[in-house]
């Protein structure tokens, strides 16, 4: 689902759904080597209860990842996390949790709770977040939300919109 240039020269990280990449025991993230295709085995991603990743962004050393899971290294981390993008380390810096299904009538469509696509300012200090979500730690955000990330600890902006509030269509 994700290709981005990697931390050193001549990788590249994907993010997806797989368990396995060229044999290595790889759970939705690995760092690959362009010249030969081999997994970097100096980074290495914490273990995620289920799902798939869908997005990657890296700002400095920082590695965020964007999916549909609700633990990372059995700590609680639903939709957003951050890696040390040369070791693959959990960064606890990320705590978003990104909670409750947009569409919560019952119907329309009814994909998987998390976070479909991620950028981050230039900068560093701020994230967008979109996907099938309706809260950003517990606070309303239809689909989507901002994340300070300038601070000791990641928080959601007071910024909102109701423009996605409607419920999707079913056929969707």
């Not at 000791?152 to 910024?159: F, M």
């Amino acid at each position: 689902n994700a290709v981005i240039p990697g931390p050193l020269a001549n990788t590249v990280f994907i993010g997806g759904s797989f368990s396995t990449v060229n044999g290595t025991a790889e759970q939705f993230i690995a760092l690959l080597n362009l010249s030969n295709g081999s997994v970097v085995t100096s980074f290495k991603s914490p273990a995620f209860n289920f799902g798939f990743v869908n997005d990657l962004v890296m700002r400095g050393n920082e590695l965020y990842v964007a999916g549909v899971f609700t633990a990372a290294a059995g700590q609680q981390h639903q939709g957003l996390v951050a890696l040390n993008a040369t070791t693959g380390k959990l960064d606890p810096f990320m705590d978003v949790q990104l909670t409750g299904h947009h569409n919560d009538s019952g119907s329309g469509a009814q994909a998987y709770v998390g976070a479909t696509d991620i950028d981050v300012t230039g900068d560093g200090k701020t994230m967008v977040v979109i996907g099938n979500f309706k809260d950003a730690d517990g606070q309303l955000r239809n689909q989507v939300a901002l994340i300070d990330l300038s601070g000791a600890t990641a928080v959601v902006t007071p910024w909102s919109t109701t423009g996605y509030a409607p419920l999707c269509f079913s056929w969707s």
